[in-house]
């Protein structure tokens, strides 16, 4: 519970306006997952645009970045 809290508080307090899956240990291994965080960027056609394996300083920029094309 204490993971949800805080991704709640992220995206409050960065407006972030898109849909964000949190995952579960169960998701992790049903996906075969190697790295938490990981993050997928999904266009609207269902295509994977962005995918970044555990934490980075530039994951913001680079996902704008790509929202913004």
Same mark, same amino acid.
């Given at each position: 519970m204490?993971q #949800?809290n805080? +991704?709640? *508080?992220?995206?409050?307090? *960065?407006? =972030?306006? $898109?849909? /964000? #899956? =949190?995952? /579960?240990?169960?998701? *992790?291994?049903e996906?075969?997952?190697?790295? %938490?965080?990981l993050y +997928?960027? %999904?266009d609207?056609?269902?295509?994977? *645009?962005?995918?970044?394996?555990? $934490? &980075?300083?530039? =994951?913001?920029? &680079?996902?704008q970045?790509? #929202?913004?094309q």
């Open positions: 204490g #949800l805080a +991704v709640r *508080r992220l995206v409050a307090k *960065r407006s =972030i306006d $898109f849909p /964000t #899956l =949190i995952g /579960t240990d169960q998701v *992790r291994l996906y075969e997952l190697a790295a %938490i965080p +997928v960027l %999904i609207r056609g269902g295509r994977i *645009r962005y995918i970044s394996e555990g $934490f &980075s300083e530039k =994951i913001e920029e &680079s996902i970045q790509l #929202l913004a």
